[in-house]
């Protein structure tokens, strides 16, 4: 069956954004008629760019504190559905993502999937609660782990969630899983809780949890959060070179609310 799409209803993009080192620049995209956003993919020409924020119709997205590697929206993400924002936008609302610059110039935009809806679907986005929590990113964007060294990424939980995908990713090639071929995963705490599932000797390679990943729902932590909860991963490097390693849990939908 074929089925057609609305006019104005394919892809929702900003322009393109020249992104200096160090920089902060937000790149926004306005809707034309009612939208549902779906699957949100990002883009550069470097691969150490983080983004501090992303916010639906000037409303925060963001469930922690922290800021996420950009790499974790590359095209060649294993994260399909994971990251859709499942937000419903008016026309005339926009969509915008505040991209942070790495150690050289780049050029970075973004593209979100849409589903056309009827303006009576649109719910105001102060209204619809744990929608809002759409990914959990560590602090500090990228947290560099020297050869044969322990590192903790950490987060604090802005509102109740409920976390979902683990995706890991370093500021090289998002495609290239050998960044992480060194790193293994200590221990996954909420709260000082221990979700791994092995002993205190086990350890988890962080290529698991990769961006390009497909072990797909085996990757769920399924784990409530509260407001003010802290979410800590301990990573070792059992490699002789640094890696500079970033991540975020992309949030599910919380059932109980």
């Not at 800021?67 to 590359?74: F, H, K, M, R």
């Not at 744990?130 to 602090?139: G, T, V, W």
């Not at 990424?153 to 992480?180: E, K, Y």
Request: proline share 6%; hydrophobic share 45%.
């Amino acid at each position: 069956m074929t089925v057609y799409r609305n006019a104005q209803g394919y892809m929702l993009s900003g322009a393109p954004a020249a992104v200096g080192g160090g920089a902060t620049v937000n790149s926004a995209a306005t809707t034309q008629i009612p939208v549902q956003l779906e699957d949100l993919v990002m883009s550069a020409n470097a691969f150490d760019l983080t983004v501090s924020q992303i916010r639906v119709a000037g409303q925060s997205i963001f469930a922690s504190s922290g800021v996420a590697p950009l790499n974790l929206w590359s095209a060649a993400a294993q994260t399909e559905g994971y990251r859709s924002i499942s937000i419903p936008m008016n026309q005339q609302q926009q969509l915008s993502v505040d991209f942070v610059g790495g150690g050289v110039a780049a050029n970075a935009g973004f593209a979100c999937g849409t589903t056309p809806i009827p303006s009576e679907a649109v719910v105001p986005t102060d209204a619809i609660g744990p929608a809002l929590s759409y990914i959990a990113p560590f602090d500090g964007g990228f947290t560099a782990i020297g050869g044969g060294a322990t590192v903790n990424l950490t987060m604090t939980i802005l509102r109740p969630v409920l976390l979902g995908r683990l995706v890991l990713c370093t500021d090289g090639n998002p495609q290239d899983l050998t960044t992480v071929n060194d790193l293994n995963i200590g221990s996954i705490l909420v709260n000082n809780i221990e979700l791994k599932s092995g002993d205190a000797a086990s350890r988890i390679p962080a290529a698991v949890a990769h961006v390009t990943s497909t072990l797909d729902q085996d990757l769920l932590l399924a784990y409530p959060a509260e407001l003010n909860s802290t979410v800590t991963i301990q990573v070792t490097n059992n490699g002789a070179g640094p890696v500079n390693l970033g991540g975020a849990i992309f949030c599910m939908p919380d059932l109980r609310s």
